[in-house]
């Protein structure tokens, strides 16, 4: 798999801040999206027709539009709204047809397919102009891939585009490992499976001969822990996405290991081991396998995840009474209690960006999915539903993925996703139950 890009504008950037869009356009200064968290319309694009190869073009074209559109940030302008359509690729651009119907931006592309067989490639250009303005908004760029892997040229237009018009980060050329489940409630077979953000070209990793739980990916998307249950009790192991083999990280007989995760650096594993009924957090050298214990109670720690700078873990503990959310530094001081709202809290995960903590939040009979300040403030609730748990953040700390089983029926679990306001909640078009999702960094 393979993605080279080579820019060929001239360049014009702006950063901005995010949120739900607004449109601001100065005198000096390109069309920009400024997120405020009131709720306004999305911005009006034209996405111009692909020229060169029509059946690729179209395709390509179709998921860049449903990747911008799908974040409620973007509204793409019919075609049949279009007065011009342009010539080709390079022709100049006529703004004033594109500011007749209300276009704030103008995307326009050619995908060529040259080769054969395992050698064909595919070549997409694009540029971005801001029609308000009536100038290129940032450097055109090229992307050359293998045919097979098509989507992942798509992904990278709409990520330039969302990036450039926002400010933030990127995050559609992304994958997610997750687990499978089928068959009853009371027996349910899983396995673990990695795909696009989309939910397109899902890749099955193990088979369904014994329970997988957690995946988690390494921080450069090249390797997934995850809880096996193949020898009886629950041990982790990590897997080679690449290779697809895998191998035992713990295998004691008198305890129970599972929660994985990565430190930012990938050198170190922080889980939770249970023995004679009491879980605590351990830290391995993923190097050496070498672990010791980093947080101990006579209660139930577990969950951990690493804070961006790796300086830092959040963890669930019941060590106060009832489940809440810890932080403690990686040099073993005493942990500090973040959450105090009502109910019991569960599965943190620490924002990429490093200032929000995301989790699971069970009050009475409702779960939400909810996100805080690292200090515990601001607590917010994005999801409110029958069983929401499993959060996992986007590269780019802007949306959330996470685990929803409604009530009645086969109980069978779906994916969906909410940005960090709490709008734009969407289920994953999957046809297959999932759950358990963990997002993968950016594909290089």
């Not at 989790?359 to 999915?369: A, L, S, V, Y």
Request: overall charge negative.
């Amino acid at each position: 798999m393979f993605c080279r890009v080579i820019p060929f504008c001239a360049l014009l950037t702006a950063a901005l801040p995010l949120a739900a869009p607004a449109f601001a356009q100065d005198q000096e200064g390109p069309l920009r999206i400024e997120i405020t968290d009131g709720v306004t319309e999305p911005m009006p694009l034209a996405i111009a027709p692909f020229h060169g190869d029509a059946d690729m073009a179209a395709k390509v074209r179709q998921v860049v539009i449903d990747d911008l559109t799908g974040t409620s940030l973007f509204r793409a302008i019919p075609d049949e709204a279009h007065i011009t359509t342009p010539a080709s690729f390079r022709s100049p651009v006529a703004y004033a047809d594109w500011r007749a119907i209300n276009a704030q931006a103008l995307v326009t592309g050619d995908v060529a397919v040259t080769g054969e067989g395992d050698a064909a490639e595919v070549t997409v250009k694009f540029r971005l102009f801001d029609v308000v303005a009536g100038q290129p908004l940032g450097e055109g760029m090229q992307f050359v891939t293998a045919h097979a892997d098509w989507r992942r040229a798509a992904h990278k237009i709409a990520d330039q585009i969302y990036a450039r018009l926002t400010g933030e980060g990127p995050y559609f050329d992304s994958r997610v490992a997750f687990i499978q489940e089928t068959g009853p409630k009371d027996a349910r077979r899983m396995r673990l499976g990695v795909m696009d953000f989309d939910g397109a070209n899902p890749v099955w990793l193990t088979d369904d001969s014994h329970l997988v739980l957690s995946p988690r990916f390494s921080p450069d998307g090249t390797s997934i822990l995850f809880t096996s249950f193949e020898t009886g009790v629950p041990q982790i192991r990590v897997m080679d996405v690449e290779s697809v083999t895998s191998r035992p990280l713990t295998s004691a007989r008198d305890s129970m290991a599972f929660a994985p995760r990565w430190s930012p650096d990938g050198r170190w594993i922080v889980y939770s081991r249970e023995k004679r009924g009491n879980s605590d957090i351990w830290l391995m050298d993923a190097a050496t396998g070498a672990a010791r214990p980093l947080a101990e109670s006579p209660g139930i720690d577990t969950s951990p995840d690493f804070s961006p700078d790796g300086s830092q873990i959040v963890f669930e503990s019941d060590r106060s009474g009832t489940q809440q959310l810890y932080v403690q530094p990686l040099t073993g001081s005493e942990p500090a209690r973040i959450s105090f709202g009502e109910g019991r809290y569960s599965s943190p995960v620490w924002s990429p960006r490093g200032d929000m903590i995301a989790f699971t939040r069970q009050n009475g009979d409702t779960f939400h999915i909810g996100a805080m300040r690292t200090d515990g403030s601001g607590e917010r609730s994005l999801t409110e539903s029958f069983l929401d748990e499993s959060p996992s953040w986007a590269p780019n700390g802007r949306v959330v993925m996470f685990t929803r089983v409604t009530p009645g029926g086969d109980g069978a679990p779906r994916l969906h996703s909410v940005d960090i306001t709490g709008r734009n909640m969407r289920p994953l078009d999957l046809d297959f139950a999932a759950s358990d999702p963990s997002w993968g960094p950016l594909l290089p």
